[in-house]
């Protein structure tokens, strides 16, 4: 079913200089099986398309994925223009966006 990702999971973002990270966790071990078969570097960039350089890190024991954004603030908060100079919106703009997520997953 396509829904917006915060209907399964949870996230928190924030920012370090002109880089940001993003935290997405999962409240089952089904669903961040496919978390963490989906949520891929290249899909994060299609959801979050202004994301250019990112990592991603898992961290199955709290059945989560950390991406560290590269540059998305350019020189830092001071100098940026974005919507959300800091970063903390992130971890909700991914929420937001729709993706198609197995029916036997969903509450």
Avoid: C, H
């Avoid at 350089?53 to 590269?70: G, H, K, T």
């Avoid at 100079?85 to 909700?92: D, R």
């Amino acid at each position: 079913m396509r829904v917006p990702l915060g209907t399964l999971f949870g996230a928190r973002s924030g920012d370090k200089g002109g880089d940001a990270n993003i935290g997405v966790w999962a409240r089952s071990d089904e669903a961040y099986a496919w978390l963490r078969a989906t949520l891929t570097e290249d899909l994060l960039k299609t959801l979050l398309p202004e994301v250019r350089d990112v990592s991603r890190y898992e961290l199955p024991n709290l059945r989560a994925l950390n991406f560290v954004v590269r540059g998305i603030l350019g020189d830092g908060v001071a100098a940026s223009t974005r919507f959300d100079p800091q970063g903390k919106a992130l971890g909700e703009w991914l929420r937001s966006r729709v993706v198609d997520i197995p029916d036997e997953l969903l509450p």
